[in-house]
């Protein structure tokens, strides 16, 4: 049943791409749908936080839409075919779950996990291929988010070893973090400023990483909660007749307050 049902959304994009179809679809280059596809994944990864389990069909839907788009781009163009994804996918998952599908054991999900770096680590040698960027750091790709791309970083150093031993270690590099900061905004060299910046936002981020806590994820809980208390502000003042530039900023922080305990 999800097969034909799979069938039939392949080749309505091929009807879309095909001479008299979609003027927009038939523009369309694999490269010009990225940043599609990256917006398409942060709107599922919204249903999911929301737990709106009646949209997130909808927007899995528009996920598993890009994958088939730039397929049918590919395949006009002699790369590759949707077929050729499904089986690069299937044999990958057979490769990296020896546990399932062949004679291994792994007890725990720890033991599932190094043997996926083991075997991601054989298969790229088996291609004789090389990472872009030399060293164990070097497959970790940098053309991607910078919070992801530092948690990223953080996780490959310190599987070698490369970290700190206890979580207090974490929270004395924070505060000499913040330290050199304050140095810098007081230098007022903005080259300083920004390097001093980004090495307390990479410190932050290897906390989140230490507490086994996704930054990507705790951050978008950040913003919502962030969002939800800033809109009560504005309600309370709204039900005044006011406005917030109206309020002072103790008016302000005293209704934040607040919102933390609505």
């Known amino acids: 049943m999800a097969g034909a049902k799979f069938e039939t959304l392949v080749g309505l994009m091929a009807r879309l791409r095909a001479p008299g179809g979609c003027p927009w679809?038939?523009?369309?280059?694999?490269?010009?749908?990225?940043?599609?596809?990256?917006?398409?994944?942060?709107?599922?990864?919204?249903?999911?936080?929301?737990?709106?389990w009646q949209d997130l069909p909808d927007e899995l839907g528009?996920?598993?839409?890009?994958?088939?788009f730039q397929a049918q781009?590919?395949?006009?163009?002699?790369l590759f075919e949707i077929g050729d994804v499904i089986d690069a996918i299937s044999e990958k998952l057979i490769r990296r779950h020896p546990h399932v599908f062949g004679d291994e054991n792994a007890e725990t999900s720890g033991r599932v996990?190094?043997?996926w770096e083991q075997i991601k680590a054989q298969e790229k040698q088996d291609r004789g291929g090389q990472p872009a960027e030399a060293g164990?750091?070097?497959d970790v790709?940098?053309?991607?988010?910078?919070?992801?791309?530092?948690?990223k970083l953080g996780k490959r150093a310190s599987k070698t070893g490369f970290d700190w031993p206890e979580f207090a270690g974490l929270l004395e590099k924070l505060q000499e973090e913040a330290v050199e900061l304050e140095e810098a905004r007081r230098s007022?060299?903005?080259?300083?400023?920004?390097d001093e910046v980004g090495d307390l936002l990479f410190m932050c981020v290897n906390i989140a990483r230490f507490l086994k806590v996704n930054p990507e994820l705790a951050l978008k809980r950040a913003n919502r909660k962030f969002r939800t208390r800033f809109?009560?502000?504005?309600?309370?003042?709204?039900?005044q007749g006011r406005t917030l530039e109206d309020s002072d900023l103790e008016e302000k922080e005293k209704l934040w307050q607040q919102a933390k305990g609505a």
């Open 73 to 78: 781009i590919a395949s006009e163009e002699g």
């Open 231 to 239: 809109r009560y502000i504005e309600e309370q003042l709204e039900a």
């Open 136 to 138: 164990v750091l070097g």
């Open 113 to 115: 996990l190094e043997r």
């Open 25 to 52: 679809d038939r523009e369309q280059t694999i490269r010009s749908l990225r940043p599609y596809l990256i917006e398409e994944a942060y709107e599922t990864l919204d249903a999911i936080e929301r737990e709106d």
């Open 62 to 68: 528009d996920v598993l839409l890009q994958v088939v």
């Open 188 to 194: 007022a060299d903005a080259d300083r400023l920004e």
């Open 141 to 151: 790709p940098q053309h991607q988010p910078a919070l992801p791309e530092a948690y």
